[in-house]
């Protein structure tokens, strides 16, 4: 009698030694297994991630093919239209052309850079409009910015905000004006254009042209959480105002 209860508990011995060692196994495997798909949705994330890397890519391409040769046309009937001012225009002409043609290639270049590209563009388009034109430019920058000659700002971001305020302008009201202020300050880039507006154009100002949809695309498509963008049209007046950290942005990109 004594001999079974020995074999007994052999046997339950066996059985809980076989049962944890069952488990075991399951376990281990269950956990390979969580493992390798874990692995499989990291890499098939990074797989993901590359995708939409190269769609962005392809699409600001789109979006320059697009935009560039719509810019020449502008700046060329401009200095057409007044031939008398062609000659103190040039110097500014071929600055833009230069950058048009060999900076706005590349995927970034410096706020030195497109500022510069900037203050050329407005003065080509200042040919348009009569002297006595109530037009106010204001330049803030701080030249010892960190950020200032760093390879993070977008080319040609400043068009669509400097190219809709003169095409857009009412020049023969009486109260009609330009204004257009660009900062950058603590890494903060902020450019604020504000015109007289066409009645015509009032209504549908915010969603005209390609050059508005590019604007928000390449924006949206590079800086995504680093920028705000905003237009209103009240009283006549339309206003636009881009603010971009590229401080914070430039820290991202080092680091990521």
């Known amino acids: 009698m004594e001999g079974n209860l020995?074999?007994?508990q052999d046997y339950l011995i066996f059985i809980g030694v076989f049962a944890i060692f069952f488990f075991l196994t399951v376990a281990i495997y269950l956990?390979?297994?969580n493992q390798r798909l874990k692995n499989k949705n990291f890499r098939l994330s990074e797989a993901n991630k590359?995708?939409?890397?190269?769609?962005?890519?392809?699409?600001?391409?789109?979006?320059?093919?697009?935009?560039n040769p719509h810019l020449f046309k502008n700046i060329l009937n401009s200095v057409q239209s007044h031939a008398y001012q062609t000659y103190m225009s040039l110097d500014k002409l071929a600055n833009v052309l230069d950058?048009?043609?060999y900076e706005s290639n590349n995927k970034f270049v410096s706020p030195k850079e497109e500022l510069n590209f900037a203050l050329?563009?407005?003065?080509?388009?200042?040919?348009?409009?009569?002297?006595?034109?109530?037009?106010?430019?204001?330049?803030?920058i701080d030249k010892s910015d960190s950020v200032f000659e760093e390879k993070i700002f977008a080319p040609l971001i400043s068009v669509d905000l400097i190219e809709n305020a003169f095409k857009h302008t009412d020049f023969l009201a009486?109260?009609?004006?330009?204004?257009?202020?660009?900062?950058?300050?603590?890494?903060?880039?902020t450019m604020r254009v504000s015109n007289k507006a066409s009645l015509k154009n009032v209504l549908h100002k915010e969603n005209s042209g390609f050059g508005s949809q590019s604007l928000d695309q390449?924006?949206?498509?590079?800086?995504?959480?680093?920028?705000?963008?905003?237009k209103n049209s009240k009283n006549g007046i339309f206003t636009a105002e881009l603010t971009i950290n590229l401080g914070e942005f430039y820290d991202k990109m080092r680091y990521s």
Do not use: A, W
Request: charged share 25%; no cysteine.
């Open 6 to 8: 020995y074999l007994i």
């Open 31 to 33: 956990f390979s297994q």
């Open 50 to 67: 590359l995708i939409e890397q190269k769609l962005n890519e392809v699409q600001l391409e789109h979006i320059g093919t697009k935009l």
């Open 99 to 101: 950058y048009i043609l």
């Open 120 to 140: 050329s563009l407005i003065e080509i388009n200042k040919i348009k409009i009569n002297p006595l034109f109530d037009f106010r430019i204001k330049s803030k």
């Open 174 to 189: 009486q109260d009609s004006f330009i204004s257009i202020n660009m900062e950058l300050d603590g890494g903060i880039f």
């Open 218 to 230: 390449r924006l949206k498509m590079i800086y995504n959480d680093f920028y705000t963008l905003h």
